[in-house]
């Protein structure tokens, strides 16, 4: 019998990874392994309807699915080191998995903010246990500070206040997601959440924290001196991908600097053979040359079938890769297709005061579409990103 493909991390990169290598025909000994107590689920809902109280549930796949595609899901189960020479992951119980194939999807763990007291009702926001304790406060809130005026944090100041909680959104940078999509478009996003009464404070940060006698956050110090109620505290500053376990297993990483992850070559293959890195943890190789991680949940489906292919020998799908993400904050879904980057040239060629569409163009050559609340208008630009289409075809009225 030959070794099982196991894969390490039962997120979406994870399941995605395991159905795409049944979809592909492998038919072995397939085990997913993960740490969290729940068969895997999915996070997008959670800074949405989930902390809103509107879902209670966002389980990818009911447990008879596993069984039906025999895949051996561990939960609970938490892999501290692998061997790859004897091909053998530790897990935490001091016991050990043999593979044939390893493929790493262990994610991101959400950063924290150095020096900062230990409070309750201070909460980072990555899994089900921790959008649990952000919603039971949420509950008793009436004021909230966040922190990170990324994705993150514009979604939770965006559900806070669609529960009617007085909401701080503090950013260091320019504008919201400024480093994500550029200052002219970041504008964009701040005037909407001005104009939904979240008051938004650019270009500064959190000094400090402060409780009461029970250990419990009521307000903060920013960094411009001011000081602000707060009853609840959301940091949305960023996440580091899961790779402290891989540390002595000789798997090349990526500098931290460099945003770290597990280094891979355009289909997930690792600098150690038989090693494969998937989803938000793996750096890729992009077209560009340039090896990246990309936080997005499309990406981690199309990564997962590129893999599963590779791993297989199958062919690989043939349609042009266009990658999209999207956030939904109030009643706007804000959705980008290609790889706008905050460096391009912006041409926003729409814009009704709160939904709005931008291109975004390199040396004359179009590299993606930002849309807020413009759907069809995003989603007809993939063509055109996908052949390189000059900037001018797309200025230029038909
Ligand atoms: C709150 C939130 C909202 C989001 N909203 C959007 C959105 O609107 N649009 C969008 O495009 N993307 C969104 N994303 C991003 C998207 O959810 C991620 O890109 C996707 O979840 C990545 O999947 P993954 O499997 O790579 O990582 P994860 O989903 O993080 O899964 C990794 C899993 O591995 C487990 N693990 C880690 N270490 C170990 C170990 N040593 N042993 C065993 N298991 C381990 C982790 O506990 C976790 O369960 C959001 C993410 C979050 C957190």
Redesign the pocket.
């Known amino acids: 019998m030959t070794a099982p493909i196991v894969i390490?991390?039962?997120?979406?990169?994870?399941l995605r990874t395991a159905e795409e290598l049944r979809r592909a025909g492998y038919d072995g000994e397939l085990v997913l392994?993960?740490?969290?107590a729940r068969l895997p689920y999915d996070?997008?809902p959670?800074?949405k309807q989930f902390v809103r109280g509107e879902t209670d549930d966002t389980t990818l796949r009911p447990s008879e699915f596993y069984a039906e595609k025999r895949i051996d899901v561990r939960v609970s189960?938490?892999?501290?080191g692998v061997d790859t020479d004897a091909r053998r992951v530790h897990l935490a119980d001091g016991s050990t998995l043999g593979y044939g194939q390893l493929i790493i999807?262990?994610?991101?763990r959400p950063r924290r903010l150095p020096g900062l007291p230990d409070l309750r009702g201070v909460h980072v926001?990555?899994?089900h246990t921790d959008a649990v304790a952000l919603r039971a406060d949420l509950a008793d809130a009436a004021t909230a500070l966040v922190i990170g005026a990324g994705?993150?944090g514009c979604?939770l100041a965006a559900s806070f206040r669609a529960n009617g909680v007085g909401v701080v959104l503090v950013e260091p940078q320019a504008t919201p997601l400024a480093s994500v999509l550029g200052t002219q478009v970041g504008e964009l996003i701040a005037r909407m959440h001005r104009a939904e009464g979240v008051d938004l404070r650019c270009g500064i940060g959190l000094d400090t924290l402060y409780g009461d006698d029970a250990g419990r956050v009521r307000g903060a110090r920013l960094s411009d001196g001011s000081e602000i109620a707060a009853d609840l505290v959301a940091l949305g500053v960023g996440s580091r991908p899961?790779t402290e376990?891989l540390s002595d297993s000789g798997i090349a990483l990526a500098e931290p600097s460099a945003g770290g992850g597990v280094l891979a070559d355009e289909v997930g293959r690792t600098s150690v053979a038989g090693v494969w890195a998937?989803?938000?943890?793996a750096a890729w190789l992009h077209e560009t040359g340039s090896r990246k991680r990309v936080?997005?949940?499309?990406?981690?489906g199309e990564q997962a079938k590129l893999l599963a292919c590779a791993l297989l020998g199958a062919a690989p799908p043939t349609a042009a890769r266009v990658p999209y993400?999207?956030?939904?904050q109030y009643d706007v879904k804000i959705q980008a297709l290609g790889t706008p980057n905050a460096t391009d040239d912006v041409h926003v060629v729409s814009d009704d005061g709160r939904k709005f569409l931008a291109y975004y163009s390199q040396a004359g050559t179009l590299t993606g579409v930002v849309g807020a609340g413009m759907t069809a208008q995003v989603m007809k630009a993939r063509a055109k990103i996908a052949a390189g289409a000059p900037i001018t075809e797309l200025l230029t009225p038909s």
Not at 8 to 14: D, E, Q, R, S
Not at 295 to 300: I, L, R
Not at 325 to 328: A, K, L, P
């Open positions: 390490v991390g039962a997120g979406l990169a994870g392994v993960g740490d969290e996070r997008p959670l800074s189960t938490e892999a501290v999807a262990t994610g991101l926001l990555r899994g994705f993150i979604e899961v376990w998937v989803g938000d943890v936080e997005h949940w499309t990406n981690a993400f999207w956030s939904d």
